[in-house]
């Protein structure tokens, strides 16, 4: 299995970046893809996931209403279309697949939990 991150860049406080994250590899059951990000010094924090069995997400609170996550199955691929950035979002952020959970319409798991990881993709929101 093997995730890769694409997509970020430097962007102005009020801008827009588009994330994705590419998966390979065969999976026999549904899973939940959640992407996650780091800040210099901080610890890794859940952003947002879907589900891949009936396409449930879910938001931190810190980016509801600002970021978006979609799927395109026939392309392995997770988006996280993220508007109205601010500086307090600059961090690497990366995509990870839990394989014990099916849905996040609940909640997203914790970073511990997730199986797989890609390298991540920085994102800079800065004038």
């Known amino acids: 299995v093997q995730l890769v991150e694409s997509g970020g860049g430097l962007v102005q406080p009020g801008g827009s970046l588009r994330l994705s994250c590419a998966a390979s590899?065969?999976?026999?059951?549904?899973?939940?893809i959640t992407w996650f990000r780091q800040a210099p010094g901080k610890q890794r924090e859940g952003v947002s996931c879907i589900s891949t069995s009936d396409g449930s997400t879910y938001y931190a609170d810190s980016v509801k209403g600002r970021f978006t996550i979609s799927r395109d199955g026939a392309k392995n691929t997770v988006y996280l279309q993220m508007n109205i950035l601010k500086p307090e979002d600059t961090a690497v952020y990366y995509c990870?697949?839990?394989?014990?959970?099916?849905?996040?319409?609940?909640?997203?798991?914790?970073?511990?939990?997730?199986?797989?990881w890609g390298k991540g993709t920085q994102v800079t929101v800065s004038s």
């Open positions: 590899g065969g999976f026999l059951s549904y899973y939940v």
């Open positions: 990870a697949i839990d394989l014990d959970r099916a849905f996040c319409s609940s909640g997203m798991g914790r970073a511990g939990s997730m199986d797989y």
